[in-house]
């Protein structure tokens, strides 16, 4: 069964550091999609950045990077310089091949992100 | 910008009642879903719908049923409402191989 796991459900960074949310995912799929997602308090969830497993290099989107290791099953999310507005809840999601033509999404449980002033 | 509506963002219903959660989107897109989001559960996947009238059930469907008459609308249905269905509903839709739009979640308390 295709799984996605985050180990760390809460982490707190000083305003202008850097962190790292780490995901890893379980699949015997060899092209497919992973994705960080971001829900801010009381807010919509949005793409962060986007990862195509058959791309070897890494996917940036301004401050967000990630470090994608296929052989290791590995996604995780880099976020340099935070900033206050970063503080939410980072969700990590596996995009599955489900039947010809459909796919649906698995998400991991979570990471509560402060960015502390 | 694309945009997926929920018909409630509150809503409080009784034990054995029957619930309608509706979700719209304006980007015409063919795949629809529904998941719930519970703390340390992260999100799960109710059902899920690729084209008009075309449903697939996701990991928890149990309890939930789906109606989805046209391409932009995706209803979800509680038969019979219980306590443990109290939760956060969230929908999205995306394109084909695509990126997930979500609408902004309907809180909803069964008492």
């Known amino acids: 069964a295709q799984t996605v796991t985050q180990s760390q459900p809460e982490m707190s960074v000083q305003e202008a550091e850097t962190v790292t949310l780490s995901c890893t995912y379980d699949t015997s799929e060899n092209n497919y999609y992973l994705f960080w997602y971001k829900q801010p308090p009381s807010r919509q969830m949005i793409l962060v950045i986007r990862q195509e497993a058959y791309k070897q290099q890494n996917a940036t989107e301004n401050r967000f990077s990630v470090n994608f290791q296929k052989a290791a099953k590995s996604f995780s999310l880099k976020i340099s310089d935070s900033q206050l507005g970063d503080t939410a809840m980072y969700f990590c999601a596996f995009m599955k091949h489900v039947t010809s033509g459909t796919y649906k999404y698995i998400f991991g449980t979570g990471t509560r992100l402060k960015v502390l002033a | 910008d694309v945009k997926v509506t929920q018909s409630s963002r509150y809503l409080v219903k009784r034990t054995g009642e029957k619930v309608f959660l509706e979700c719209v989107q304006d980007?015409?897109?063919?795949?629809m879903f529904w998941y719930r989001q519970d703390p340390g559960l992260g999100l799960r996947l109710i059902y899920f719908s690729y084209d008009v009238k075309m449903k697939e059930k996701g990991d928890i469907p149990e309890g939930y049923s789906v109606s989805r008459e046209k391409k932009e609308r995706f209803s979800l249905i509680l038969e019979s409402a219980s306590t443990n269905q109290t939760s956060m509903y969230l929908c999205?839709?995306?394109?084909?191989?695509?990126?997930?739009?979500f609408g902004p979640g309907t809180r909803l308390t069964v008492l």
């Open positions: 999205a839709s995306s394109e084909r191989r695509r990126t997930q739009y």
């Open positions: 980007m015409d897109h063919e795949n």
